[in-house]
């Protein structure tokens, strides 16, 4: 049950981050923002895989 629910935060704020990042009108300084962005995620991602085994 825990997983399940920490796999939904994960996604939703995934889906969140990507919308920002389409709605948002990408300049150079928003580009490095949205990378900056994708590497937070990326290192959540980390996170939920080692707390799920």
């Known amino acids: 049950m825990k997983k399940i629910i920490i796999f939904i935060i994960f996604t939703l704020t995934l889906i969140m981050n990507m919308s920002i990042a389409l709605f948002w009108n990408p300049d ?26």
Request: aromatic share 4%.
């Open 28 to 53: 150079i300084d928003n580009k490095k923002m949205i990378q900056c962005k994708a590497l937070k995620y990326l290192v959540i991602q980390d996170l939920c895989a080692k707390l799920m085994m």
